[in-house]
């Protein structure tokens, strides 16, 4: 079995703990069956073995250079928790992290006060710019980075050109300081989105093309996941790269989303931000008709599932052409998102049959 992810950070790194937890109850490495309940998946920890083929392609729009070294919090996010080295009441860094570096070079003016660096997350960041200067590529960079952790899933950057999202804002707004666009890190870490986004851009985007590996992981796939990360920032860079929508669209797997909206609101963030700036309804509904109905619309959707509080949204949903399910998507622990990934896999299975 072969699946391919799109994600962003946090919450694409439960869905995909989820996921490889769920391949190794279906798909165990040594092909025996194991009990066909959640408790199975429950008990499925870092580096699990599956026979599944897990191949998930981070977005890179939230990257950036501070410090002198090069972050990828996206990547790194998905990184740790699949190893199971995260602080997952933070729900980003490094468990037992100290920030005594941080605080000394606050000290000596550099980097950004409000953005702090853990001393264990340095030391990633370190040896990724360390590597990147060596000539090494960031796709080559997190192939090298993962050889650190069994984490049965492969991880590749949706690109290897930088193309770190800025935010074009109103530069008379109180806090823009006189400046129309801000990095995307400043406008969502320091201001939490308050100011109104009139725009994004991704910068360089034009001479990008997906990172070695994607095309044929999307291409190759049994089924395609969307994990229920930022539909404008997080999903929306990675399927900007030129290329990947046509892979997308060219692809004889079924392409699944999960939505990130229950009830009108968003999971985790301030993705709402992010989408009133393009003009789309905080409405899972509306997130679904945003990516657009695979056949016949030529959009991106195969199927889509939503939470049981947006269960009235199928019948349209199903009218529009995508195949849809109402299931529980909260994701409150490795059960309840191993469950919410067996769904998705359902899902796609059901509308390749039927396509």
């Known amino acids: 079995m072969k699946i391919t992810v799109l994600a962003g950070g946090v919450g694409g790194a439960r869905f995909v703990r989820g996921l490889r ?29 599956t026979s599944a083929d897990i191949t998930v392609v981070v977005n890179t729009g939230d990257d950036l250079w501070l410090a002198g070294v090069r972050l990828m919090p996206d990547f790194d996010s ?21 920030e005594r570096v941080a605080a000394e070079l606050r000290e000596w003016g550099v980097g950004w006060p409000w953005f702090t660096l853990g ?8 040896a990724r710019t360390s590597w990147l200067r060596e000539g090494l590529t960031p796709s080559q960079v997190g192939e090298r980075l993962q ?26 707004h109180p806090d ?47 089924v395609v996941l969307l994990a229920p990360s930022n539909p404008v920032v997080s999903i929306g860079t990675i399927l900007a790269v030129p290329g ?4 997308l669209a060219a692809t004889p797997a079924p392409v699944v989303g999960v939505s990130p909206i229950i009830g009108g609101r968003v999971v985790r963030g301030m993705a709402d931000a992010c989408l009133s700036a393009i003009g789309v309804e905080t409405d899972a509904a509306a ?30 949903l199903e009218a529009a052409g995508i195949a849809a399910a109402s299931v529980p998507l909260w994701m409150h622990d490795l059960e309840t998102s191993a469950a919410l990934a067996g769904e998705a896999i359902d899902l796609g299975l059901r509308s390749s049959a039927t396509r």
């Open 21 to 49: 937890a769920e391949c190794a109850r279906r798909w165990p490495a040594d092909g025996t069956a194991t009990a066909d309940d959640a408790t199975a998946a429950a008990t499925a920890g870092p580096g699990v073995a």
């Open 78 to 98: 998905l990184l740790y928790a699949l190893a199971g080295v995260n602080d997952t009441e933070r729900g980003w860094g490094r468990a037992g992290e100290t």
């Open 119 to 126: 001393d264990l997350d340095l030391g990633t960041h370190l």
């Open 147 to 172: 050889r650190r952790w069994p984490l049965g899933v492969r991880l590749i950057p949706a690109t290897d050109t930088e193309v770190d999202t800025w935010v074009r804002i109103d530069p008379a």
């Open 176 to 222: 823009a300081a006189g400046r129309s666009e801000l990095h995307f890190q400043e406008w969502w870490t320091r201001h939490r989105a308050s100011i109104p986004a009139l725009g994004f851009v991704q910068r360089d985007l034009d001479r990008a093309r997906p990172a070695p590996g994607v095309e044929a992981a999307i291409a190759e796939a049994d």
């Open 244 to 247: 990947m929508r046509e892979a």
């Open 287 to 316: 997130v679904a008709r945003h990516y657009g109905a695979r056949r016949p619309e030529g959009g991106l959707l195969d199927g889509w599932l939503v939470d049981e509080t947006d269960a009235a949204a199928v019948a349209g």
